[in-house]
């Protein structure tokens, strides 16, 4: 074991809600940590730092979707007097051109750590006690951590409906998507968020043949107007919308495919669909500290209108899920949390100063 490194400011979670804390905490003249670690998705996929938005969120979604606009383009240009065929898409090209850009993202973010003289470490860290973590390296090391105040921000990912047969098996989630090196095929979407819709949207896009599969009602906590507006607009565009169906098994044919049996909801008939892809999208978990001990502590959580929390709570609650339907760097920016890092800048408060959260 190495010997004990020592921190103003130590962070967990690499995510922008993480890095921006750190890189700002820095800049307020303090020693800082980033500790970040990434779970290989039940597929295998992992990524590299910069958190769900940079990775497997925000930036490939939208690179994919630039990627179906383009198509669409091509496809309208005829009515504008061009004459262009319309040419079958390559998934493969354009996903290693989104994963490159995206590893240029982890690289950068690396770099600005370094430049702002903030420790990175990339292992899985668990609580020693109030004060300390400690990590082990993939080749079993491990390292101790100290420090005054440790933030907690690491993010959340996707659920799987284990209490469906065959989902974990034979699904992937969106931590999956945007790193396939082979065309989905023929894909099913299991889930009415905006993270199935937009998925399915740019599936659509690029020529694929897709299926939204949605239990209630689409986008539930939206404004359901808007929400009908775009289903419709999706439906007209070529996705299939199956409402008031839910999934009940997926099972594997003899020739690779996936066999879908669902249920309609309102007849209880049964029904059956072949696809390439099942993607699952029903809901997100947050991650959280791994807990070594069980006594109170003062962790600071980030919280999404641009403040920190003081729990003092046992580590293992100490998580920061957020009920709000927003992209991290949404209400991430510059100069977030600044003044507000423990006993950095003008306005700097001790955990005690702090509004206690409620469990």
Known sequence: ???RQCYDLLVIGGGSGGLACA????QLGKK????DYVEPSPRGTRWGLGGTCVNVGCIPKKLMHQAALLGGMIHDASHYGWKVAQPPHDWGKMAEAVQNHVKSLNWGHRVQLQDRKVKYFNFKASFVNPHMVCGVSKGGEETLLSADHIVIATGGRPRYPTHIEGALEYGITSD???WLKESPGKTLVVGASYVALECAGFLTGLGLDTTVMIRSVPLRAFDQQMASLVTEHMAVHGTRILRGCTP????????????????DLASDKKDTGTFDTVLWAVARG??????????????WALSPCGRQTCCPAPQHSASVPSPRRACPPAFVHPGFPGPHVPGGGPGGQRPSEKLRCSE
Request: proline share 5%.
């Open 1 to 3: 074991m190495e010997g």
């Open 23 to 26: 890189k700002e905490a820095a």
């Open 32 to 35: 800082v940590a980033v500790v």
């Open 176 to 178: 999956d998507i945007f």
């Open 248 to 263: 009940l098994r997926v099972e594997r044919l003899s020739d690779g495919r996936l066999q879908v049996i669902w249920v």
């Open 286 to 299: 947050s991650l959280r500290a791994e807990p070594g001990h069980s006594s109170p502590v003062w962790a």
